[in-house]
RNA sequence: GCCGCUUUAGCUCAGUCGGUAGAGCAAUUCACUCGUAAUGAAUAGGUCAUCGGUUCGACUCCGAUAAGCGGCUCCA
């Protein structure tokens, strides 16, 4: 048997002898820990076939990472069942930074459980196990996993696996099953798991660059209706380096935390009085809210729209009418009786508008007609998902609607996508992608959408036309849809790399007829509009959040709340300095000045704190001058500045939209 | 909504075994008038989240509620 084959290595040809295998290949580099044969992933230790092109992979790769999580997952899933012998096995895949694996246990798992976990895993990656592939049929599995009753289910779901849960397709793939078995070095089998592979050469290889983030209950194969199983996270990297740098990474996240800058910034806080997810501005987070609603009332003009207004209650037969009754129902507040009559908070802004539209006879000339406004709107969201600014219970919406006619839709759509781009721009947000929201016609979800599937086709058509036609990443977001029409939605992404949904376009044929809005075409007869909503922050309070996380609270200058803070060098220079910053103030530069009775050092280090673009300091030398000094955010300095060029700097700074 | 954790001065946090609370920063006052990240001293500040229970006695133990944190589910 010394048949010799011929393969592709890395794009090489090369001939090896029959029962050649990865390791044999790759096993001098220790950073390979798999490799891709004709596409497929596999473990080292499996032969290659004739003719297969291979390729390593890398443990740096995002094929390698995963590889090295999953195996951590496994390492993690032994130490718990070594520990709690009873503990039933959910799911472990490998996720962006890290892994988790899903337990179903009696007491769910305390910091001290974890922390003994971590012990645990570090003796078994010292035992040097490796992990042994084992092809198995249905029968054979079921019968080994007889006391594994979630990977039982998932074996029945086997073909199926994206539907089974998110991450289950590390377990199960499409074609056989597989068991793979940790060895110990003396050959006896310390554990196994239902997986679909592949797995690193040797538990070696994780060392101990990994770590138990937390812990945290999850619902089995992502339903509410499934029971809760105790999800542990874990983070696993190549090297004890990466590992640093990667807690590094969330430590500085956490600096960012709008929360936390909130309040440390003096911009908003959640009183307790009020209630949870109800924020108030305090003057300084005020000046910010201003200045983007100047900003976007002012762009909505240019851009055609016409400014509205509409109230926050009304009777709750509107949004019968509108449909958000009952498919809306569970997030709006409850109603309450004003002389026999119900009310409701608004949940949403377009019942409202359309009302405007309905006020009276439209034309086709009218159209598009486009109209706009800040709409608070009230929502209640379930305890457990109020976050800081970026999801709360009441909200300002930069919200419109556009009525067009079908024809007009497409260019519509386009004109809406690029002012929301604009304005991302504008703010200096560049860490985003499009998604687009579909319903979905099967599932438990698909009652949740009314129209025809005409419409519906039509409208993510449409949709999906423009979005393509920018492009920029598209992500689908299937059953993502709002149940009147699909959309498209900027996302942008935070600090701490989580993603927000922050501008929408939806396309809506359904409340046009339950409302009949009606305009008069050319040819006399009455047609129905199609309706656009868009929201351009989408919401005023979640933009603002992820600004103060995007910008770590050094805001740009014609966002900051304070633009200039003055700081003598000693008292004397007060009026000197009061002078200058007066000046400022007539341009409308937003000033302050220290009066306070600190030392100038002790005022430079409050200036730094407080993240002010320019720190503009005076003593003797500038007032002889007449000139002032800038002192900037990283500490560089510029001396000795006339007072008009000082002046005609910041104002700069303050139409460019500049970071300074 | 579900699971787990947390709540002490404006902020960050100590508080031993159940015997009625302490620091730093911030604030206020005084002195210092100072050129690039903390001058010194003094003063004031608390229904220990709220309500109930156990106890001779509760910040401490138990329960409920509220708010927050980390996830899940859901969303702008």
Redesign the pocket.
């Known amino acids: 048997m010394s048949a010799q084959l011929s393969i592709h290595v890395a794009g090489d040809e090369r001939s090896v002898q029959q029962g050649t295998t990865g390791t044999d290949l790759f096993g001098e580099d220790r950073r390979v820990v798999a490799m891709r044969v004709d596409g497929q992933l596999r473990d080292l230790f499996r032969e290659v076939p004739d003719g297969a092109a291979v390729e390593p992979v890398d443990i740096g790769s995002p094929d390698g990472l995963n590889v090295l999580r999953h195996s951590t997952a496994h390492v993690l899933a032994q130490a718990v069942q070594q520990v709690n012998p009873a503990a039933k096995l959910g799911i472990g895949p490998p996720i962006t930074d890290g892994f988790y694996y899903d337990f179903d246990v009696e007491t769910?798992f305390t910091p001290e459980d974890l922390k003994a976990l971590e012990k645990a895993m570090q003796r078994i990656v010292n035992e040097g196990q490796t992990f042994s592939r084992r092809v198995v049929s249905d029968d054979e599995a079921r019968a080994e996993l007889a006391h594994e009753p979630f990977k039982l289910e998932l074996i029945g779901l086997k073909g199926g696996a994206a539907e089974a849960a998110?991450g289950a397709e590390a377990e199960i793939g499409a074609g056989e099953l597989t068991i793979y078995d940790n060895v110990r070095r003396d050959g006896s089998v310390a554990w196994g798991d239902l997986c679909r592979g592949p797995h690193l050469p040797s538990t070696k290889l994780i060392g101990n660059a990994y770590k138990i983030m937390?812990s945290?209950?999850?619902?089995w194969r992502?339903?509410?209706k499934n029971p809760?199983l105790?999800?542990i996270y874990g983070t696993a990297w190549p090297s004890k380096e990466e590992l640093r740098a990667y807690t590094d990474r969330l430590a500085e996240a956490e600096k960012r935390d709008h929360?936390k800058l909130g309040?440390e910034l003096d911009l908003f806080s959640?009183p307790?009085e009020l209630?949870?997810?109800l924020p108030v501005f305090h003057p300084k987070g005020g000046v910010i809210k201003r200045e983007m609603e100047d900003y976007v009332r002012r762009r909505h003009i240019e851009e055609g729209f016409e400014y509205v207004g509409t109230p926050h209650i009304s009777k709750e037969a509107l949004f019968h009418t509108s449909g958000h009754l009952p498919y809306y129902a569970e997030s709006m507040f409850p109603s309450f009786d004003l002389d026999g009559v119900d009310y409701r908070l608004k949940a949403m802004n377009c019942p409202m508008h359309n009302l405007v539209f309905k006020s009276r006879g439209r034309s086709y000339r009218e159209l598009p007609l486009r109209l706009f406004e800040f709409g608070h709107v009230y929502?209640n969201?379930?305890?457990?998902?109020?976050?800081?600014l970026t999801?709360?219970?009441g909200?300002a919406?930069d919200d419109s609607h556009s009525y067009v006619t079908r024809e007009q839709a497409p260019a519509e759509i386009k004109h809406l996508l690029n002012f929301c781009l604009g304005l991302f721009r504008d703010f200096g947000l560049d860490d985003f992608y499009l998604e687009l929201s579909t319903r979905e016609t099967e599932g438990e979800k698909k009652d949740k959408f009314i129209g025809s599937d005409e419409q519906w086709d039509e409208a993510t058509a449409i949709l999906e036309q423009v979005a393509t036609e920018s492009g920029l990443e598209l992500v689908a977001d299937p059953g993502?849809a709002?149940y009147y029409g699909p959309?498209i939605?900027v996302q942008a992404r935070d600090a701490i790399g989580r993603t927000?949904?922050?501008s929408?376009i939806q396309y809506d044929f359904n409340q046009p007829e339950r409302f009949g809005l009606e305009y008069q075409a050319a040819d006399g007869t009455r047609q129905q509009p199609v309706m656009i909503h868009s929201?351009k922050f989408?919401?005023i309070?979640?933009f603002l959040g992820v600004l103060v996380e995007h910008y770590a609270g050094a805001f740009p200058v014609w966002l900051s709340p304070v633009q200039v803070l003055g700081v003598p060098?000693?008292?004397?220079y007060d009026d000197y300095l009061r002078g200058v910053l007066d000046r400022m103030k007539e341009k409308g530069i937003r000033t302050e000045l220290d009066v306070?009775?600190?030392?100038?050092?002790?005022k430079?280090?409050n200036a730094?704190?407080s993240k002010v673009p320019f720190t503009l300091?005076?003593?003797?030398?500038?007032r002889a001058a007449g000139a002032v000094?800038f002192?900037y955010r990283d500490?560089s300095?510029k001396?000795g500045v006339p007072v008009d060029e000082a002046i005609e700097l910041v104002q700069q700074a303050i139409t460019d939209r500049a970071q300074v």
């Open positions: 769910p998110d937390r945290a209950a999850a619902y992502g339903s509410e809760q105790q999800r929360r309040a959640f307790e209630g949870s997810g929502r969201e379930k305890s457990g998902v109020v976050h800081g999801r709360v219970r909200f919406q993502g709002a959309k939605s927000w949904q922050m929408t929201a989408g919401s309070e979640r060098v000693a008292a004397e306070s009775d600190d030392r100038f050092p002790k430079i280090r730094s704190k300091i005076a003593g003797d030398e500038d000094s002192r500490g300095q001396n």
